[in-house]
């Protein structure tokens, strides 16, 4: 669904110039979760928004579904993307307007691609996509940012995400602004997403496996800007190849609340 080949990234100029990726290849294919890992700094935000054309590599291309992300605001493919993806930021109460409540949140995205959709529809999609993050529609659509807990305010973001039903979501760490409790409400959430969307890829931005293997189907280790390592979740785990992995392995916390 969505390939990166070959990814350089550098900020600031002259002296003070950083490369922050190195000839990074990775693939996010349809139906997936594939979690994209790595200690601070490492380029994993990075690297997941310029696959989604947030950022623009200084080398290297992306493409979705066979079309040219990168090149420019007309690159075939860039437009495509655009509307058929979803964004999960790291703190939900900066990524929600705190004057809007719950239904102009979760709705917004549907007035902005739907210009002239009824109301009644509007509606109806608002509170399936609540009720599918587990929030009862009737006791949340009034609610403002002030009024949620953590988690319920997550899940009102990804519920804004999944509105316009989009093909991929990036989630950038969505949990670490959150308690225990409400990271297992998280995966749940997500969880049912993917039953629903069986299709839709999620891209799930991480430092933390203990949440990770309880989610994705593949991982790719970041470390200073390099992928060292990338593979199936379980085997990756059971027998990684790469000391940085193992590093992050045995630094994992455990999760409370799932088995």
Not at 78 to 94: E, H, I, K, N, Y
Request: glycine share 10%.
């Amino acid at each position: 669904m969505l390939r990166g080949a070959h990814i350089d990234k550098s900020f600031g100029r002259g002296a003070a110039r950083r490369q922050v990726l190195f000839d990074v290849s990775v693939d996010v294919r349809e139906g997936e979760c594939l979690a994209v890992i790595g200690g601070s700094g490492s380029g994993k935000s990075t690297l997941t928004r310029i696959l989604l054309g947030l950022e623009t590599a200084d080398a290297g291309t992306v493409a979705y579904r066979g079309a040219a992300v990168t090149g420019g605001r007309r690159a075939p493919g860039r437009q495509a993307l655009r509307r058929g993806s979803g964004l999960v930021f790291q703190d939900p109460f900066s990524s929600l307007d705190p004057r809007w409540t719950v239904a102009r949140s979760v709705a917004e995205p549907l007035r902005l691609r739907h210009r002239g959709m009824p109301a009644d529809e509007v509606g109806r999609r608002v509170a399936q996509a609540l009720r599918t993050v587990g929030l009862e529609p009737a006791t949340f659509l009034g609610r403002y940012p002030v009024d949620l807990s953590g988690g319920q305010a997550q899940r009102v973001a990804i519920a804004r995400a999944i509105v316009n039903e989009p093909k991929v979501v990036l989630a950038d760490e969505p949990m670490s602004a959150i308690d225990v409790a409400a990271r297992v409400q998280i995966l749940d959430a997500f969880a049912a997403i993917r039953d629903r969307r069986p299709d839709m890829a999620l891209i799930m931005v991480s430092h933390d496996l203990g949440v990770v293997q309880h989610i994705a189907d593949r991982v790719v280790v970041l470390h200073d800007g390099r992928v060292v390592e990338q593979g199936p979740t379980g085997r990756l785990l059971a027998a990684p190849s790469d000391p940085y992995t193992r590093e992050l392995i045995r630094a994992a916390t455990p999760f409370v609340g799932r088995p």
